[in-house]
């Protein structure tokens, strides 16, 4: 084991047994990180990408909310082109709090069309994720209703 895996096992930014786990598995890998993950991707989302599709500029700051990454999630669904097999969900390091933006993601995954494993009652309400708690509100409908185009 090299120096660089030591430090980021100890700072907890990866657990090795876990990852190598899941890159064995035959199912594919759908990565949900709050920061820029430096595996080899097929293709990436981020929430900048949201400003495309009609999220105001006012409202950038709410780009890391519940409704942002509901609506990345329906993102990401769309650009996957095997929706059949069912993929493994993975969080890395984020802490596993139900009701949070991962959650979020995950919902607008199974919205979408993704066979996804999932527990009823770990999602965000339905009035966090059409972002009604925002100070800043954004069009929600809108905003899917171009994505799902």
Do not use: C
């Amino acid at each position: 084991m090299t120096k660089i895996d030591e430090r980021r096992r100890r700072e907890g930014k990866t657990d090795y047994s876990r990852r190598m786990n899941l890159l064995k598995g035959e199912s594919p890998r759908i990565v949900f990180r709050s920061r820029e993950a430096q595996d080899s991707i097929d293709f990436g989302v981020t929430s900048k990408a949201l400003l495309d599709y009609g999220w105001p500029k006012s409202a950038a700051g709410s780009l890391k909310s519940v409704t942002a990454s509901y609506l990345l999630g329906i993102l990401m669904a769309k650009k996957m082109t095997d929706k059949k097999k069912l993929p493994v969900i993975d969080f890395g390091m984020i802490r596993n709090v139900h009701k949070s933006r991962a959650y979020a993601f995950m919902k607008g995954l199974i919205d979408a069309g993704i066979n996804v494993k999932h527990k009823e009652g770990i999602f965000p309400e339905d009035n966090r994720i059409k972002g009604e708690h925002l100070k800043n509100k954004v069009p929600f409908e809108q905003i899917k209703s171009k994505i799902m185009k």
